[in-house]
């Protein structure tokens, strides 16, 4: 059941571009929007060439608040500047401001540095949605039970540690702690272990209709990428640590199985996601990619959509009918379309240790087997054993495994393809609806913005201000050196 009290819903995201992260926010803001709430989403960086539909189209109300900080400098300090913008947004539009704007309680996620100063200046109670801790993605790979820190030198050592306590005592001031899965709530009270709050968990939800909506396949952007051979397909950003490798390494192994020669010659990869030409891990992980598929001896092509204002990088291409399709920020029609065609196989969701991963459910939703690494939240989206329950596989992110799991994908007969997708589709709307996300987070506010008035303590907020800003003087004396 819905509250009868309907609130002013403040979300407040470093950067609102196309992304798991954005796309819950969206779908969040949506679905409480739907709920009778208002809802205005406040942000740092908002570009209508890059974002989701929903946010430029006037679906929802969005407020692009220009930083007088960088994202970077020679591309470093990028959470020291993420503190800053954030810093800068909290302070222009919500605390010095003759008319600040009205909002009953505050959604923060990702970034939790304007916690405190919301709580104690505003005096608004505050949400924080956590993905994943900061501090775990900046020292290195993580892998549960088994935490590889990189090695860094002394001074930055020394620039990192204010960054993560502030992170934690900052992430601690909020009232209502949520995260994404099971495992990021686990992996959250691990590392930040001054928080005593347990985060309760809501899951990502989507927006079922739009995914079960008739798919206009006459339209150019459609027609770019539609094919009626095989299709294989990954959708996540082009980053490193999305590990999209893996699709082309078992892609490449698939084909010369020897049970696939005669049908695995005409199947193809789509890799398609957000790219940013202004972030060098985008740029070097497409490069990447493109040089795994020359020495895997396949042929690619590399495209974005007729109306996108982003060009391709140009590399050697094949002009039509590669095996490797990488598409740079597909539109919804294109996703809709790649979710939906008769000719896909499955879904493949390549990232290790994913806090938890929209993908597999925008595949479950659409009846596609799903291929995902055997750690993090797809272990709880995906269902793997028993087999007469089974939504998809999961598996040790190794590419001869992984070809192994793909060849059992696509010699599945029509009859065990019909009753996956059936058990797909009951899991993804039952479990991962918007519907059933906005409720649980409409309750979570509702609860947190009853919880009465802040209170408020001098002290606290000048020692909180204080170690910040030791923080930044240990910053910008280390600069030069990193």
Same mark, same amino acid.
């Given at each position: 059941?819905?509250?009868?009290?309907?609130?002013?819903?403040?979300?407040?995201?470093?950067?609102?571009?196309?992304?798991?992260?954005?796309?819950?926010?969206?779908?969040?803001?949506?679905?409480?929007?739907?709920?009778?709430?208002?809802?205005?989403?406040?942000?740092?960086?908002?570009?209508? $060439?890059?974002?989701?539909?929903?946010?430029?189209?006037?679906? %929802?109300?969005?407020?692009?608040?220009?930083?007088?900080?960088?994202?970077?400098?020679?591309?470093?300090?990028?959470?020291?500047?993420?503190?800053?913008?954030?810093?800068?947004?909290?302070?222009?539009?919500?605390?010095?401001?003759?008319?600040?704007?009205?909002?009953?309680?505050?959604?923060?996620?990702?970034?939790?540095?304007?916690?405190?100063?919301?709580?104690? %200046? !505003?005096?608004? +109670?505050?949400?924080?949605?956590?993905?994943?801790? =900061?501090?775990?993605?900046?020292?290195?790979?993580?892998?549960?039970?088994?935490?590889?820190?990189?090695? /860094?030198?002394? %001074?930055?050592? &020394?620039? +990192?540690?204010?960054?993560?306590?502030?992170?934690?005592?900052?992430?601690?001031?909020? =009232?209502?702690?949520?995260?994404? !899965?099971?495992?990021?709530? +686990?992996?959250?009270?691990?590392? &930040?272990?001054?928080?005593?709050?347990?985060?309760?968990?809501?899951?990502?939800?989507?927006?079922?209709? /739009?995914?079960?909506?008739?798919?206009?396949?006459?339209?150019?952007?459609?027609?770019?990428?539609?094919?009626?051979?095989?299709?294989?397909? !990954?959708? $996540? +950003?082009?980053?490193?640590?999305?590990?999209?490798?893996?699709?082309?390494?078992?892609?490449?192994?698939?084909?010369?199985?020897?049970?696939?020669?005669?049908?695995?010659?005409?199947?193809?990869?789509?890799?398609?996601?957000?790219?940013?030409?202004?972030?060098?891990?985008?740029?070097?992980?497409?490069? *990447?990619?493109?040089?795994?598929?020359?020495?895997?001896?396949?042929?690619? $092509?590399?495209?974005?959509?007729?109306?996108?204002?982003?060009?391709?990088?140009?590399?050697?291409?094949?002009?039509?009918?590669?095996?490797?399709?990488?598409?740079?920020?597909?539109?919804?029609?294109?996703?809709?379309?790649?979710?939906?065609?008769? *000719?896909?196989?499955?879904?493949?969701?390549?990232?290790?240790?994913?806090?938890?991963?929209?993908?597999?459910?925008?595949?479950?939703?659409?009846?596609?087997?799903?291929?995902?690494?055997?750690?993090?939240?797809?272990?709880?989206?995906?269902? =793997?054993?028993?087999?007469?329950?089974?939504?998809?596989?999961?598996?040790?992110?190794?590419?001869?495994?992984?070809?192994?799991?793909?060849?059992?994908?696509?010699?599945?007969?029509?009859?065990?393809?019909?009753? %996956?997708?059936?058990?797909?589709?009951?899991?993804?709307?039952?479990?991962?609806?918007?519907?059933?996300?906005?409720?649980?987070?409409?309750? &979570?506010?509702?609860?947190?913005?009853?919880?009465?008035?802040?209170?408020?303590?001098?002290?606290?907020?000048?020692?909180?201000?204080?170690?910040?800003?030791?923080?930044?003087?240990?910053?910008?004396?280390?600069?030069?050196?990193?």
């Amino acid at each position: 059941m819905t509250t009868s009290k309907k609130l002013r819903v403040a979300f407040v995201h470093p950067d609102l571009g196309i992304g798991g992260a954005e796309r819950l926010v969206v779908d969040a803001a949506l679905g409480l929007q739907s709920l009778g709430h208002t809802v205005d989403i406040y942000t740092s960086h908002h570009d209508p $060439n890059h974002c989701f539909d929903e946010t430029r189209d006037g679906t %929802l109300h969005v407020h692009h608040v220009f930083p007088p900080f960088p994202r970077a400098w020679h591309g470093k300090f990028h959470i020291l500047f993420a503190h800053a913008r954030q810093l800068h947004l909290t302070l222009t539009q919500f605390i010095l401001r003759s008319d600040p704007p009205e909002h009953d309680v505050f959604f923060v996620d990702q970034l939790s540095t304007c916690i405190p100063l919301l709580r104690m %200046l !505003s005096c608004k +109670r505050v949400l924080f949605y956590c993905h994943f801790p =900061d501090k775990l993605l900046a020292h290195g790979a993580f892998v549960e039970g088994s935490f590889q820190k990189s090695k /860094v030198g002394l %001074l930055k050592a &020394l620039y +990192r540690y204010p960054m993560d306590w502030l992170e934690e005592v900052t992430t601690r001031q909020a =009232d209502t702690i949520v995260a994404n !899965s099971k495992f990021t709530a +686990r992996i959250t009270m691990a590392h &930040l272990t001054s928080i005593k709050l347990t985060p309760k968990v809501v899951y990502p939800g989507i927006n079922i209709k /739009v995914y079960q909506a008739p798919v206009d396949w006459t339209t150019p952007d459609v027609v770019q990428i539609t094919s009626q051979r095989p299709t294989l397909i !990954s959708l $996540n +950003r082009f980053e490193m640590k999305k590990n999209a490798a893996l699709a082309i390494g078992a892609f490449a192994l698939l084909r010369m199985k020897p049970s696939m020669q005669q049908s695995s010659r005409n199947v193809r990869l789509v890799l398609a996601g957000g790219y940013d030409p202004r972030l060098e891990d985008n740029i070097r992980t497409l490069n *990447s990619l493109v040089e795994h598929a020359q020495s895997s001896k396949l042929s690619f $092509n590399v495209i974005t959509p007729p109306q996108s204002k982003i060009a391709a990088p140009s590399t050697g291409t094949t002009p039509t009918e590669p095996d490797v399709l990488f598409l740079l920020n597909f539109t919804t029609s294109q996703r809709s379309a790649l979710l939906q065609s008769s *000719s896909t196989l499955a879904l493949l969701y390549t990232p290790a240790n994913e806090h938890f991963g929209i993908g597999p459910v925008e595949g479950m939703i659409c009846g596609l087997p799903i291929l995902a690494c055997d750690s993090g939240g797809p272990t709880e989206s995906i269902v =793997d054993q028993p087999p007469d329950q089974r939504t998809g596989w999961l598996r040790t992110p190794d590419a001869g495994i992984w070809a192994e799991a793909l060849e059992e994908i696509c010699l599945m007969d029509v009859s065990e393809r019909a009753s %996956l997708a059936q058990r797909s589709k009951h899991r993804a709307q039952s479990v991962f609806g918007m519907e059933t996300m906005a409720k649980e987070l409409e309750a &979570l506010l509702v609860e947190t913005a009853g919880m009465g008035p802040v209170e408020t303590w001098a002290i606290k907020g000048i020692a909180f201000m204080f170690a910040f800003l030791v923080g930044l003087v240990l910053a910008v004396l280390s600069r030069r050196y990193l």
